[in-house]
């Protein structure tokens, strides 16, 4: 049964940068894509980013194009979410999720995903 675990969130000012994490375990992540949503409070969960099983394409949100970047280690099992020129709207709960398909076919929808990580808190203030 796969497992996954965030790390990585952390308070930090606008403008700043974080590298979330999403390590692996009960099996290998080379058949998933993998996909990292967000909530904030009171809001609904959204796609953040999507990365294939091979880390060949890639997807991003509006909101986030040219700050944050999706990649992937599949020999280490894990996964990673560069995010640079933080601003406050990005606070949230990051959770990285998994799908059992080569690509991010419905990455934006959080029923499409089969496994989910607990969540790391992020958030951006002065």
């Known amino acids: 049964q796969l497992q996954l675990v965030e790390s990585g969130g952390a308070m930090v000012q606008p403008g700043g940068s974080l590298r979330l994490s999403c390590t692996a375990s009960?099996?290998?992540?080379?058949?998933?894509?993998i996909g990292w949503l967000r909530q904030a409070p009171g809001k609904e969960r959204e796609g953040v980013s999507c990365?294939?099983?091979?880390?060949?394409?890639?997807y991003y949100a509006d909101s986030v194009k040219n700050r944050f970047t999706i990649s992937r280690d599949n020999a280490k099992n894990t996964v990673y979410l560069q995010m640079n020129s933080l601003k406050p709207e990005d606070t949230a709960v990051y959770y990285c999720?998994?799908?059992?398909?080569?690509?991010?076919?419905?990455?934006?929808?959080?029923?499409?995903?089969?496994?989910w990580g607990q969540g790391t808190q992020v958030s951006v203030s002065a």
């Open positions: 009960g099996a290998t992540l080379d058949a998933y894509a």
């Open positions: 999720a998994a799908h059992l398909d080569r690509l991010c076919t419905l990455w934006s929808q959080s029923p499409w995903y089969d496994h």
């Open positions: 990365i294939t099983n091979s880390g060949g394409n890639t």
